[in-house]
């Protein structure tokens, strides 16, 4: 008979479920079973009883181990990256997956962390796990390109415009001047 650990789920207990049930034991003088039932009943959330007594006994720290391997960057780097990707985006540089892979490999090698990626560069599974845990603050988007002439347009030309625009604009009241673009016009010839 093979044992299948696969569809095995990690128990819902949190660290505060853990520290509540030590109290319990420690503070109000319970038994190691009437406080794991006692946190059990109140939050609905199953703290073992032999974890709440190692954990008792042996003065074990009383937060819930991580599972898997540990981080390669710490959480602090992962957020100075959010704040410079949050930065480019504002100057509206958009940036692909492969440039937030060069840009975390370029903090590596300047920085001289030690990882397990070669030559320090985080490989897709990464950049795919560092968006998800990041997906409140940042969200890929695919750029769209621009019209060269478009991009071509300076201050200098700007202000050309307005100059010209200036004299035939006197005279006509704010109410009667609509900025649009013919993207979306729909004219109706019914």
Known sequence: MFLNFSNRSRSKYTDEDILEAVRLVREENYSIKKASLEVNEVKKNIV??????????ANEPLLIPALGRP?????????????CLKMCASYQYPMRKSDVQSLVQRYIISNSINTRW???LPGKDWCYLFLKRWRGEVKLKRPTNIR???SKVSPTIVKEFFQRIRPNLEGVPPSHIINYDETNLQVNYH
């Open 118 to 120: 070669p030559d320090g």
């Open 48 to 57: 073992p009883r032999t974890t709440l007594n190692d954990r008792i006994l």
């Open 148 to 150: 060269r002439t478009r």
């Open 71 to 83: 981080p390669e960057i710490s959480k602090e780097v992962e957020a100075s990256i959010v704040k």
